[in-house]
């Protein structure tokens, strides 16, 4: 079968439609004449757009390039919305994304958001995210590949196809690997079925920029190349805040001090992973404080013992070793850190 | 002659619109849909061939008709038809088929009359176009 398309579809005289829609019965549009004058910011407070980017200010903290960017794209949308009341129509802007960065510097995180806010600026039918990585695209043998990718890709119609760790499709090693195969659906896809579907790929920034010098045609249809950056100490601070609060806990303002002290020194140590490591210790210090709740004399608590962290349960952790240049493995780091 | 079959028998067939908003309603019941094509529209034949497995979590229509629009393509001169199924009672039921393309041109049938015992009659209805090998039915595919 010679396929045009990814999905063997080109529209032609013998497929497609058998009947095209009548367009007498629709009403005619009617459009705004040329000297027209339109209020931008009416628009944009009945859009809307302003409540979903504060939220998403308040509830992810720093990430500026990213707020940045997810701000010009809501702004094209009501521009876009604008200048198709006078009947200018642009195709939907391509709206693939790749988003770099270090471990648990918020990628994941922000993928599944996007998906939600592209949702409500109308640039999505549905929301929904889909998250895949390489074995979920590739199959094992000869034509189990394609079927594999395409099912995918359907899923994932009206929403977000996110592919984490983009760079394990294409093995440099294996020029037969089916991962090939895999990336020229996609590519195709991502060409013809802008308006269904938006692919956001995520990865470390190395790996990732040799996966697009190897694959130009993915890095062509990428239109946004997001960077995420490390957070800081205040950051990672206001991160930890956030965290805790959310699960119902808060830092006594002892503990509010420890675990700014944590954070300098953890940054520095190796597997540091961003807001990955604070969500590491808060657990941490979670569990320090049930046992420290348990093992206290009558074991009678308040509400407000239940749900504060003291300095002792950020204090016990490893990182507070008097031997700051040992080097811990992995695994000790996740049992002690 | 016109062959209607399916839920939507007594209607015009649908334009891609259409079919995209019942697809659309199938999705919003969490009935999955497969789509299935033959050369062999006798209203016995119940087995039609499968274009693909049916289509599980999806949440738009888009991911539908692409199938359709590929099993078109693959055999533009077949029925093509699509099925939304509804497993909420335990079982596979289902809940809507309905055509979505059909050849340009279809013969139709021809009823046998045979005489039995008694002088009682046996009909059959006898499709013109299996008189040809599959794949040759409907013009040339
Ligand atoms: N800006 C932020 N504000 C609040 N919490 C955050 C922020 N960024 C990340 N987190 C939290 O940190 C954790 C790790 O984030 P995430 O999984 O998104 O990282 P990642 O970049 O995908 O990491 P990896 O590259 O290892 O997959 C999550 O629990 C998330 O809730
Ligand atoms: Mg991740």
Redesign the interface.
């Known amino acids: ?1 010679s396929t045009g398309t990814a ?6 005289s ?9 367009p007498s019965g629709e009403p005619e549009v009617e459009y705004l004449p040329a000297d027209t004058v339109v209020d931008l910011a009416a628009l944009r407070a009945e859009s809307g757009i302003d409540e979903v980017l504060a939220k998403l200010d308040e509830e992810l903290v720093g990430l500026a390039p990213v707020k940045t960017r997810i701000a010009e794209i809501a702004a094209l949308l009501l521009v876009d919305r604008t200048r198709a009341k006078f009947g200018i129509t642009a195709p939907q802007p391509t709206l693939h994304m790749s988003f770099t960065g270090n471990p648990g510097t918020g990628k994941t995180t922000v993928a599944m958001r996007m998906a939600d806010l592209l949702h409500r600026l109308g640039y999505l ?2 929301g ?1 995210l889909v998250a895949v990585t390489r074995d979920d695209l590739v199959g094992e043998y000869v034509g189990h590949t394609a ?1 594999k990718t395409k ?1 995918v ?3 994932a ?3 977000v196809l996110f592919i984490d760790e983009a760079y394990y499709l294409y093995k440099v090693e294996n020029e037969r690997d089916y991962g090939g195969e895999s990336i020229e659906i996609l590519l195709q896809v991502m060409e013809n ?1 802008r308006d ?2 938006v692919v956001i790929l995520a990865g470390y920034q190395d790996r990732m920029d040799t996966f697009f010098a190897a694959n130009p045609g993915m890095q062509s249809r990428v239109a946004h190349h997001v960077t995420f950056p490390d957070y800081t100490v205040p950051e990672l601070e206001q991160i930890g805040v956030l965290m805790t609060k959310d699960i119902g806990y808060t830092f006594s303002d002892e503990a509010h001090d420890v675990l700014k002290r944590y954070l300098e020194r953890r940054v520095g140590q190796p597997w540091f992973a961003n807001a990955r490591s604070v969500r590491n210790a808060v657990e941490r210090a979670r569990l320090r404080q049930a046992k420290r709740l348990l093992e206290t004399g009558d074991a009678k608590v308040d509400l407000k013992a239940l749900t504060t962290i003291e300095a002792a349960d950020l204090l016990a952790s490893r990182v507070f070793d008097s031997a700051p240049d040992e080097v811990l493995t992995a695994e000790e780091y996740t049992v002690r850190g | 002659m016109r062959i209607t079959q399916g839920t939507f028998s007594y209607l015009p ?7 995209t908003a019942q697809i659309n309603y199938a999705l919003s019941n969490d009935w999955p849909l497969s789509v299935e094509f033959t050369d062999d529209p006798h209203p016995r034949n119940t087995y039609w061939e499968m274009w ?1 497995l049916p ?1 599980f ?8 008709l ?2 359709v ?2 099993c ?3 055999n ?1 001169n077949a029925y093509v038809k699509l099925n939304a199924y509804d497993a909420s009672l335990g079982r596979q039921t289902t809940a809507l088929s309905f055509i ?3 050849p340009a041109d279809e013969p139709g049938f021809h009823v046998n009359r045979t005489e039995v015992r008694g002088r009682a009659i046996q009909y059959t209805t006898h499709s013109y176009a299996t008189e040809r090998p599959v794949g040759d039915r409907y013009g040339q595919g």
């Open positions: 079968m999905f063997g579809f080109t529209p032609g013998v497929s497609g439609p058998q009947l095209e829609a009548d039918r549905r929904h079927p099912e890709i359907k899923r119609m009206g929403g079925n269904d579907l | 067939d649908f334009t891609d619109e259409e079919i693909g289509m979590d999806l949440k738009d229509p888009a991911g539908v692409l199938e629009n590929a078109r393509k693959a533009p979505v393309q059909r």
